[in-house]
């Protein structure tokens, strides 16, 4: 694994979401108040990108059906969507967001 | 009641009379943020319901129309009428609803059918629910069945929690729609280990000009229970088109099953845009029994999400076009857990130049170890002007699955036709008679008294059908 760092923390105000790209896989950052959260940014139903829907506390909400995930598990939690997400480990060392991922 | 000549594009349908109008409320044509404000006022909904038809309204203008699919170049929503309220109040025996009205049920065989062989009818004409009852052994075991609108009113946390679950409003712009402006529709609690062995039934009847209906269902079948539910649709013909757009949401929970059987048999003129989905739970089971018939185009793909293990889906459909239609139908199975098995028997028939196609989605996820699905898909045409196209859709995330797909495609064998005729029936009769057999898959799962009329139905719609 390769901690990567994405961005800075004060780029991503809490209550919101942000695309990124790390080693070619398009991950969604969370901030919510109790820390940082990355999971795929691919929705898992019509893989679309989650960055453009909703946040709404901590549930991810899909723009093109309306499927839902839960931001700090990836876990799908609403029809139409029913595959998780995949979730990527995430730490902020120095106000800077790092993401782990497969080298 | 009077009946509209036919014009020369739309081919012979029974039930395609028309009632004088006998609403008490008609909302203008045309949809906008007043007409959904509107409905859910004269309703008494509570703000959350309000809240939920606008933001569905929202989702309905920012979604483009398909661009897949069949022709929906000539539905013109500004058309529309949205609402119509055929009555004042909902009837419990026969003699409570505008005559009017009853005659139209009495003439479609629903008090019939009821006093014979359902535990429970349910009948919705334009907008509402103008009849409905129950057999008290059912509501004696906890068996809720009601029309939706009560359900919101009379048992709201469970028709909280499970409404707009399986389908959201953001799944589709006609669910959208339907978010927006449902009335009525047929909601059904089965309490764990209930299990009603009578079915149910509910009838959809559109009677207005350029009328759009939006009915909503929702069904639960929890734990180890059983249930078994009907409908039917006829409307009358118009030069002009309706619009129908269901919503139909099942939750199919641990061991339970389910079986929703659909005869719709829409005028020529209707567009049946209709979003159908079923979650089966582990061990559990859902069947999908789908009779197509009329309309000026169908798109109809009833799903199955199977997300426990071992839960299993059938969707067994007809679909016949004639002059001028397009059943573009078919079947969704998800598997998304362990050892779920799904089968999918389509059966299609073309003639006067009709189309169909069947359109399906076999979708087996990271999680679905050793699931299996057979898909067979049936067509026969028949004349040189009618169409079919078969497109599977087959999505495999796991390498231990198994899926088996067969498509045929035929006509009317010569030689079939000449057995027959040697034994002495006419080309009509022989041809008909294939035509039975061909469809015997289907008609074998659906009771017997609809199985008498779904015969006599294709018996009609074959008529004028050779040469």
Redesign the interface.
């Known amino acids: 694994m390769a901690s990567i760092r994405v961005k800075a923390l004060t780029e991503l105000t809490t209550g919101t979401m942000a695309r990124v790209a790390v080693e070619e896989e398009d991950i969604l950052l969370v901030h919510l108040e109790d820390g940082v959260f990355a999971v795929s940014d691919i929705c898992s139903h019509a893989r679309v990108s989650l960055s453009d829907g909703s946040l709404e506390g901590s549930t991810i909400c899909?723009?093109?059906?309306?499927?839902k995930f839960d931001a700090r598990t990836g876990c799908a939690i609403?029809?139409?969507a029913?595959?998780n997400l995949r979730k990527f480990p995430v730490s902020v060392r120095d106000g800077e967001i790092y993401v782990e991922v497969d080298e | 009641m009077t009946t509209q000549p036919v014009g020369p594009e739309l081919e012979e349908y029974q039930y395609g009379f028309i009632d004088k109008d006998v609403s008490v409320v008609r909302f203008a044509k045309g949809i906008n943020r007043k007409v959904v404000e509107e409905i859910s006022t004269m309703k008494s909904e509570p703000g959350w319901m309000t809240d939920f038809r606008l933001r569905s309204l929202e989702i309905f203008e920012q979604k483009a129309m398909p661009n897949w699919g069949g022709d929906l170049g000539d539905l013109n929503f500004d058309d529309i009428t949205y609402y119509v309220k055929p009555s004042e109040r909902q009837g419990k025996t026969w003699d409570e609803v505008p005559e009017e009205i009853k005659n139209t049920f009495d003439r479609l065989g629903i008090p019939e059918a009821e006093r014979k062989f359902l535990a429970g009818v349910s009948a919705q004409y334009e907008s509402e629910v103008v009849y409905h009852s129950m057999q008290k052994e059912l509501s004696d075991l906890g068996v809720l069945f009601t029309d939706t609108d009560s359900a919101l009113r009379d048992h709201p946390e469970i028709f909280k929690q499970y409404f707009g679950t399986v389908i959201p409003p953001e799944d589709n712009k006609f669910a959208a729609l339907n978010s927006a402006v449902w009335s009525g529709g047929s909601f059904i609690y089965v309490p764990k280990g209930v299990r009603c062995e009578v079915p149910l039934q509910a009838y959809f009847r559109i009677n207005s000009e350029n009328m759009g209906q939006f009915e909503r269902t929702l069904i639960i079948a929890d734990e180890d229970s059983f249930i078994h539910y009907v409908e039917g649709c006829t409307a009358p013909i118009y030069s002009t088109n309706s619009l129908h757009s269901a919503v139909v949401e099942i939750m199919v929970k641990d061991r339970a099953r389910a079986r929703y059987t659909t005869i719709q048999n829409w005028a020529p003129n209707i567009y049946n845009l209709v979003t159908k989905r079923a979650v089966a739970h582990a061990d559990a089971t859902m069947e999908w029994i789908d009779g197509n018939f009329g309309s000026k185009l169908t798109m109809k793909y009833p799903a199955v999400y199977m997300v426990g293990p071992r839960a299993k889906g059938t969707i067994l459909s007809i679909a016949v076009a004639g002059a001028g239609q397009h059943q573009d139908a078919g079947a969704k199975v998800v598997h998304a857990a362990p050892d779920c098995t799904s089968t999918i028997i389509s059966k299609s028939i073309s003639k006067h130049g009709g189309k169909v196609t069947y359109r399906g989605l076999a979708h087996f996820s990271p999680e679905a170890e050793r699931s299996k699905s057979n898909i067979k898909c049936d067509t026969l045409i028949l004349d040189d002007l009618s169409t079919s196209d078969t497109i599977p859709y087959n999505e495999i995330q796991n390498e231990s699955v198994t899926l088996e797909h067969e498509a045929t495609v035929s006509r009317v064998s010569e030689e079939q036709l000449f057995y027959l005729m040697s034994r002495g029936l006419a080309e009509e009769e022989a041809t008909r008679m294939i035509i039975m057999g061909f469809i015997e898959p289907f008609t074998k799962e659906l009771p017997m008294e609809y199985a008498v009329e779904m015969n006599r139905l294709i018996k009609f719609e074959m008529e004028g059908s050779i040469g």
């Open positions: 899909c723009p093109k059906h309306g499927g609403a029809f139409p029913f595959t």
